[in-house]
């Protein structure tokens, strides 16, 4: 089987594309899988470190706001499509997933129209613009969040698979974790993300929090981000009687550790992370990114706190007093945190891969027989 994946930006793009190969390589050894993203998104750092082929076509979002970007943009769309024609062409795969990003649109669209076999996944309990338009071309839409099915059409079409979640997840051991990172034992683990590109806000409020409140209560690893690391680094001044507690760090690779780990997570609401919450059973505090398509952080960040698994504060109520304060009080109430963990879990998936991979066949039968 010749595999073609579209997926790009953010991590929350491509982890899933990933986690859709391995298990897909884990059931067909020979399978041919090759990513298509851009030169400028984190596949280009993600996907060849996991040791799959990365193609590139050029594309960018659009602007709200019509400037000479736009034109740049509308110009690249063009150009995308006629790359993404030729890349098919090239590669001939016998089945296109998308699972989020730009570069989804023109790849799917070129897919579909060849009648290649097509499946997008859409992550978000709010779909994006680009998923909904490919809806009508493609074969299946795979959704993660009960609330996105209303936004799609063709009931056959459209099935609730969950986000793929790494396997090293799935089969992290909290004890071995704790034991191989470096933290001091018997305090609880506090684990900030602010997404694959870092928070400026959340990033400044940490700092904040540990300069002005932090008394040494817990372990905390900080990821930053890359861009953001060094400037937040040299922010931080803390007693070096805390220095030990405190691990900032420019990005987490090996976060299947931190995960089983962590007691609990401070994180943005992106779609895989909350999945990921949901698959380890982790509390969290989450800050929804206000400068998100529609909002959707907010969207999947309620759905998570209506199942008790997580405390919500919004970027306009930040602030490090706040957030101090918050993690001291749950922290401080172990039976309160094991039920938001009970909570956290409460809808979790754990076979989102294997159940993608099952609409891959599906697909690819249908074909042979004429059934699409």
Avoid: W
Wanted: aromatic residues 6%.
């Amino acid at each position: 089987m010749k595999v073609l994946i579209a997926g790009g930006g953010t991590g929350g793009h491509v982890n899933p594309g990933l986690a859709i190969a391995k298990y897909i390589k884990q059931q067909e050894q020979n399978a041919e899988i090759t990513f298509v993203g851009t030169k400028k998104g984190l596949e280009a750092k993600l996907v060849p470190r996991e040791g799959y082929s990365l193609e590139t076509i050029t594309v960018r979002g659009f602007r709200r706001k019509i400037s000479f970007d736009t034109v740049v943009a509308v110009k690249e769309l063009v150009q995308s499509f006629f790359e993404a024609s030729k890349l098919i062409n090239r590669l001939k795969p016998d089945v296109v997933i998308g699972t989020g990003g730009y570069v989804c649109g023109p790849v799917l669209y070129a897919a579909a129209k060849k009648g290649i076999p097509t499946l997008i996944h859409e992550s978000n309990a709010f779909p994006g613009v680009t998923n909904r338009i490919l809806a009508r071309y493609v074969d299946y839409v795979a959704i993660s969040f009960k609330e996105s099915e209303k936004y799609f059409k063709g009931k056959g079409r459209v099935v609730r698979t969950g986000n793929p979640v790494r396997q090293e997840l799935l089969n992290a051991d909290r004890q071995k974790a704790a034991s191989q990172l470096d933290i001091v034992q018997g305090k609880p683990l506090i684990v900030v993300m602010g997404g694959s590109r870092g928070a400026r806000k959340i990033n400044e409020t940490v700092a904040e929090m540990l300069n002005n409140c932090f008394k040494g209560e817990f372990n905390i690893i900080f990821s930053t981000g890359e861009q953001q690391f060094e400037t937040v680094k040299s922010s931080i001044k803390i007693a070096d009687r805390y220095k030990e507690l405190v691990k900032v760090v420019p990005y987490i690779y090996d976060v299947d550790k931190i995960y089983a780990a962590s007691d609990l997570m401070i994180c943005r609401a992106g779609a895989i992370t909350v999945s990921e919450l949901q698959t380890m059973g982790i509390p969290s505090v989450l800050i929804p990114s206000p400068y998100v398509t529609a909002n959707h952080q907010e969207h999947n960040a309620r759905s998570l706190e209506r199942d008790g698994g997580a405390a919500v504060i919004l970027e306009n109520d930040l602030n490090a007093e706040a957030l101090y304060n918050k993690i001291c009080s749950l922290i401080s109430n172990r039976d309160a945190l094991m039920q938001m963990a009970k909570g956290a879990a409460k809808n979790r998936m754990t076979d989102s891969a294997e159940k993608i991979y099952s609409l891959i066949q599906n697909i690819c039968k249908s074909l042979k027989t004429g059934k699409v």
